[in-house]
Every structure is written in C-alpha cells, then in structure tokens.
C-alpha cells in the first residue's frame, strides 16, 4: 500500500518536476482546446489543478486522495461555485460521481504510481459517456534519458525502475504500446497517442543545468517541439480515449 503522506512530501522535493509540470499542463491545456468540455473531471491534482489554468467549462469535479493535495486544491477552489473537490480515491467517490456527466475525464501523471492501473480504468469507464474522452498521461520509458542511461551501462533495461520512481513508490513503466495495451484491455479506443517534452538527462540533471543557466526557457520550449521529430522518445506519453463502441 502507497504511503500518500511520504508521497506527498517527496514529490514536492523533487527537482525539476516544477518544469516537468509546465510542459504536461501545455499538453493537457492542448487537449482541452481541442475538445472544449463544459464538464471535466479530473482524478489526482496534485499541488497544481487544472481548474486554475483552464477556466472555460461549466463544471469542474477533483477527485484527490492525498489529504495536503486535497487541502490545497479546497483552498484553491473556495469562491468558485463550479468547481467541486472530493477527498478520496475515485472508487470511494465513484456512486456519487455517476450522478453528472464529464465530456473530459483527466488521468494526469496516476496510472503509473497505481498497483492495480486497471482497476482505476474499469471505474472510469462506468463514468464515461460514447463521447467522453479521458486524457491519459505517463512517463515514458523510451525517454531520452532512459536510452541514455541504458547505452551508458547504468540500467540494464528501459523498464528498470530508476531511483526517482522507487522514491515515489511507482509501480509500473510504460512505453507507447504497453499503455495503448492496458487500455484496449480496459475497452477503450485510442483516439490520439504521442511522447512529449524530449529530456536528455535526469531530472536532478536537468536541475542543475536549469541553475547554471544552461537549460533557459528557450531551450526548454525547443526541447518539448522536438518531440514531433522524435514521436517515440519524449519524457511523458499522452493518450486520448474514448470508450469502444460495441
């Protein structure tokens, strides 16, 4: 069993994920205007929810099981009338969330730090209209620094669990056919799929370059177009899917 209170704790130590997250927030922000959702669930916010960043919707639902987590994203929503935050894990608040409708369901950086990823799914779905498309985002481990680390000698497999993914207790690594497998088995259609953000190194790495001065934001910005070159190898997969049509 996951431990949320060092989980929460360690994810706000670590480095460079503040960067990370820009560039998986412009990821999702893309989705979002591309499909334009009036509702919008969204499953594990973390310090950052989307309700701040994309504010055209009509009703926004958090669903957080980390107790800090849930606190700020309360804190954050007070005053907003459409925007609902629930303490919990999405199975507790499942019976409750049939009662609404979301055209977009967001998995944002979760399925991975899951034991049991599918069963996640199997609740999504029961909240999934023929249209509702659910937005799904993992690290990749085909990522740069990955293949890096392997044609190095210091991982004897991609799939190797790195020191960070142990730190926060994830339990699975995918790449763009293991994820695409999990959820046709789970009976989604994969509707659009591609890597974002291309890392060269680590993310302690990258910190440090980022307080040299090395890594500027222009640098950064051309790292995550450099993905459409390279559509196989960007830190992070992202997924969109709708329920197969039987």
Partial sequence: MRDLKDYQASYEQLPFEDTQIKFRKRKVIETLNRYQPRSILEIGCGLAPFFNDYTHYDFFTVVEPGEHFYQNAAAHARGKNNVEVLLGTLQENCEKLTE????VVLLVSLLHELSDPAALLASVATLCSANTVVHVNVPNAKSVHRLLALEMGLIASVYEKSDTQRKMQQSHTFDVDLLTELLTEANFNVIERGTFFIKPFTHSQMA???????ASDLLLDGLYKLSEYFPDHGSEIFMNVQLRKT
Wanted: net charge positive; glycine share 10%.
């Fill in 100 to 103: 609404r409708p979301y055209d």
């Fill in 208 to 214: 440090r370059l980022q307080q040299a001065g090395v």
